[in-house]
């Protein structure tokens, strides 16, 4: 069983709105998340991490948790077609190891 | 503040060969993770390292190892090349210090023909 799911879309929106990424985690012992972008030909950025449960703003980007769900997200506002890339879901586990998900394509269409 | 450099950026190595690849952490990183990246597996891990020692492997065969320098740099090395390997294998460095954030570098593209 994977341990971080996502979902490997694409996911398309249009300029402007907000896109809206998932991920969901296997491990309850997992201790911190952090949402990667990759695009294509490239290596993973880190834009977000969050540690606890509830909301961490950052300019655009909001990332939530929620430990009891197993769930993580993570929101764009004002999408523009530059964030056009794979979101990779990651989380933390202890023993010196952190799992990615498989990443979801996004696609904003100016 | 330079990021983490791995060398070389591509390479083309024939089945049975080995390759060594190398990594350099951010200054002050002591922790430095590997990665392998294939479009139908994400990114895998391999192994983990922190002031030399080996703390953490993934679910890859022996022919996968690595080591750490006292420095921090890190190679991984992989012998008797197989077909599937080729990949994109990328490093990553953290402080090490109960700091988990991760930071990659550009990562080197092995192909194996």
């Known amino acids: 069983q994977k341990e971080v799911e996502q979902n490997s879309g694409p996911l398309s929106v249009p300029e402007g709105a907000i896109a809206s990424l998932n991920c969901t985690y296997s491990?309850?012992?997992?201790?911190?998340f952090f949402w990667y972008r990759q695009y294509s030909g490239k290596s993973p950025e880190l834009i977000m991490s969050?540690?606890?449960?509830g909301d961490k703003e950052d300019g655009r980007f909001t990332a939530q948790l929620n430990k009891a769900s197993q769930y993580v997200s993570l929101l764009i506002r004002d999408s523009q077609p530059s964030d056009s890339a794979t979101y990779l879901c990651?989380?933390?586990?202890?023993?010196?190891?952190?799992?990615f998900g498989a990443g979801t394509r996004l696609f904003v269409k100016a | 503040k330079a990021g983490v450099t791995q060398t070389p950026r591509y390479l083309i190595k024939t089945r049975g060969q080995q390759v060594t690849l190398s990594c350099s952490p951010i200054?002050?990183?002591?922790?430095v993770s590997w990665y392998q990246q294939t479009p139908g597996q994400g990114l895998q891990f391999l192994f983990e390292?922190?002031?030399?020692?080996?703390?953490n492997k993934g679910n890859f065969p022996g022919r996968f190892s690595g080591r750490q320098f006292s420095n921090s740099r890190s190679e991984m090395n992989v012998s008797t090349l197989e077909l599937g390997d080729s990949a994109l294998y990328l490093c990553?460095?953290?402080?090490?210090?109960?700091?988990?954030?991760?930071?990659f570098g550009q990562g080197t593209r092995l192909t194996v023909v």
């Open positions: 491990d309850r012992g997992s201790q911190s």
């Open positions: 990553a460095s953290t402080i090490g210090r109960g700091n988990t954030e991760a930071f």
């Open positions: 990651a989380g933390y586990t202890g023993g010196f190891k952190t799992i």
């Open positions: 390292y922190f002031s030399e020692t080996q703390r």
């Open positions: 200054s002050g990183h002591r922790s």
């Open positions: 969050i540690y606890s449960n």
